[in-house]
């Protein structure tokens, strides 16, 4: 059985990848606070057991093993999370914070029945796709067709298909955008700004602005306008 910490490494090393972000141990060492040393330890303990392999260029890659065992706690997770929001009334946040406890010691069984009591919800809160009940990774990505605020177009109209992650873990970071009113299904219309290096929209009648780089951890599909006519 994997540990605590073996799955969280899985689960950010899946969410990186499904995002089309090379996995490096600098980058997990940034994410987890913690030395070069420790994450190499780490990521040679997750080769040995069969759950990752790490490529010439470094780059750290899920084994079908590995990825199997990290959709099953991602599953784990998200329910609990729907759960905690859904049915105990938790904001998002603390969903998010209190699933990490709930994902370790829930069984297949009882995330089955949890699904089945919510109606087999297809993503978590955040808009992330729960393994089972809806396209995994990069396949959920490429059938909504999203791609990242970062790099939608000025004068478009878009709608908040999810948070990364990658981002969802930050506590702080989930504060800062719910602020901005950035939540799945969210309509923004991106506007021109005067700074580059900020995506500036508007969003619920008020305009608002954040980095780049936070940007690219939003995903978002286009909104289509509306047709005028009598259908004739």
Known sequence: MASPVTEEYLETIYNMTMEGDPVLSARLADKFRVSRPTVTETIRRLVSDGYATQNDDKTIVLTPVGAALTEQVLRRHRLAERLLFDVIGLDPIEAHEQAHTLEHGMSDDLAYRISERLGNPLTCP??????????????????????????????????????????????????????????????LNVVAGTNPSEVSFEVAGERRAMPVDLAAKIWVANVQPEVDGDGS
């Open 126 to 187: 955040h808009g992330n796709p729960i393994p089972g009940n809806a396209p995994s990774g990069l396949a959920f990505l490429k059938e909504q067709h999203a791609y990242r605020l970062s790099q939608a177009p000025t004068d478009g109209t878009v709608r908040v298909v999810l948070i990364s992650e990658v981002v969802e873990d930050e506590s702080e970071v989930l504060r800062r955008l719910a602020n901005k009113g950035i939540y799945p299904n969210a309509v």
